[in-house]
């Protein structure tokens, strides 16, 4: 009986543990228009391959279009968050088509990404962008940490806000 009531206490103070670590994480991490020490000042020089094209996207091509805002959206298949977010985020986009949304698939597989994206109702507008970066090069030099991250910009490329984790994007 002391055996079982021993194992029972070891489950319990596990799963307290981990429970009280993810309540940790997630209170860090997912409020809503957290700004957390932006050092980025504006958009780095970074290329990334568009999944859709052999062509390349890169701040230029980003900076070309006459738009008010610029959102650059890290994000992963493999990421349980991105998941959560990524409908409401492409329903954000629609909505807010004098801005431009490039969303950049990180370690990722080209196929993975577009079969993910075939799940969600994906949209035609010539404002939102989908790129892959194989390498993990762009979110270094964005100073991305983990994903999902996304950063606003304002038509100059200029840094305005840091998005740290899923939001609610309305």
């Known amino acids: 009986m ?17 429970y009280s670590y993810s309540k940790w994480c997630q209170d860090k991490t997912s409020h809503p ?18 999944i859709y094209s052999e062509n390349k996207i ?3 091509s980003l900076l070309g279009h006459k738009t008010n805002k610029i959102f650059v959206h890290f994000w992963a ?8 977010e990524i409908k409401e985020f492409l329903s954000f986009a629609n909505k807010n088509s004098d801005s431009i949304f ?15 994206l075939g799940n969600f109702a994906t949209t035609n507008s010539s404002s939102v962008l989908f790129g892959i970066d194989q390498t993990g090069r762009s979110n270094q030099d964005f100073g ?16 305005i806000k840091k998005f740290i984790g899923a939001q609610l994007w309305k």
């Open 33 to 50: 228009n957290l700004l957390s020490g932006l050092i980025l000042k504006q958009i780095p020089d970074f290329v990334v391959d568009d």
């Open 144 to 159: 991305t940490v983990k994903v999902p991250e996304t950063y606003l910009f304002n038509s100059n490329g200029v840094a």
């Open 77 to 84: 298949t493999w990421c349980a968050p991105c998941e959560s």
């Open 2 to 18: 002391k055996r079982l009531l021993l194992k029972l206490s070891v489950i319990l103070l596990i799963f307290v543990l981990s």
């Open 58 to 60: 890169s701040k230029k």
């Open 102 to 116: 490039l969303l950049i698939a990180i370690n990722d597989d080209v196929k993975k990404v577009k079969k993910f």
